[in-house]
């Protein structure tokens, strides 16, 4: 099959991208529009995903994705105006909010640990401070979402037989970390809702693939502290966070003809992240 030119490869495809106004979200639809695809971003905020689609010339809404009802509307309203969608990629996510604490007494430990100092460990105490609704607000946006931009999008994809759907997980989706345990939860079962899906739909022409980001620098690490970024820095190879067009290029690569015989595939991109 030959190749579409350099910058075209997208052209005549929708790609419909959840927290698409910040971050990951917003350097992955700038890839795909460069690409030519048309560009639908979500976004808690309507003003903020309108006026990010505009830059590329897409179209925004404003919902929140663990509203099933106000994504399913989103979606069919996308197919109405837009004529089909080829590419979702279920992106929106929240950080932990009691990150910069629990953080802190993970290094302070790590440093106790060093000097085989075992016995004066601090309880982090991660999984017993959190609350009900803290747990089920991680869950229900990372995974509830995902769930929900899968099924909106394969109600369209299934009868057209084509499409490719990106979820995005995360590093501590593979290597779970002690400080975020409903984090790491939403993000491991994406993997396993990506790899039951893609099983289900993988003879029928529609992708499922799911991408593990290490650490990319985007408004999420804000509540990081500059000695925590450090910390988790000295356990990447590379010496450095990611930058957002990193895992652009990856979810690029996965919505795309490039990535044709991937389905069901996990993708880590984490500068070598050591855990
Ligand atoms: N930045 C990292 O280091 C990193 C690492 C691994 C995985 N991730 C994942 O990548 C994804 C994007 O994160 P980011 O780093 O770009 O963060 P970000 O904060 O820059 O962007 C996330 C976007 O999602 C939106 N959002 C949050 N909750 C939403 C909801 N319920 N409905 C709709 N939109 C919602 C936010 O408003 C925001 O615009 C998330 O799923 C995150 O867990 C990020």
Request: glycine letters at 12%; proline letters at 4%; a negative charge.
């Amino acid at each position: 099959m030959a190749r579409k030119p350099a910058g075209t490869e997208l052209e005549g495809q929708v790609a419909f991208i959840t927290g698409g106004a910040s971050g990951l979200g917003a350097a992955a639809a700038e890839r795909l529009a460069a690409d030519g695809a048309v560009v639908v971003i979500n976004d808690l905020s309507a003003e903020a995903a309108t006026e990010t689609a505009g830059r590329f010339g897409g179209i925004g809404y404003g919902f929140d994705v663990t509203d099933s009802a106000a994504f399913d509307a989103a979606v069919d309203d996308t197919v109405a105006r837009l004529g089909r969608l080829d590419i979702m990629v279920n992106n929106a996510g929240i950080a932990p909010s009691n990150v910069s604490s629990k953080m802190q007494r993970s290094i302070d430990n790590a440093g106790r640990r060093m000097a085989g100092d075992i016995a004066s460990l601090e309880p982090m105490d991660t999984l017993v401070d959190l609350s009900d609704a803290d747990w089920d607000r991680m869950i229900r946006v990372h995974l509830y979402g995902a769930f929900h931009g899968t099924r909106a999008a394969l109600r369209h994809m299934t009868p057209r037989r084509s499409g490719s759907i990106v979820n995005i997980s995360s590093i501590l989706g593979l290597m779970p970390s002690a400080g975020a345990p409903h984090y790491s939860t939403a993000k491991a079962a994406i993997i396993a809702l990506t790899k039951s899906v893609a099983d289900e739909v993988s003879g029928l022409g529609i992708r499922v693939n799911a991408v593990c980001p290490g650490y990319i620098d985007t408004p999420l690490l804000t509540p990081f502290s500059e000695q925590m970024k450090a910390a988790i820095t000295m356990r990447i190879g590379m010496g450095r966070m990611g930058e957002p067009t990193d895992i652009a290029e990856m979810i690029r690569f996965l919505a795309g003809p490039e990535s044709k015989y991937c389905t069901g595939d996990v993708f880590k991109v984490s500068g070598g992240y050591l855990g």
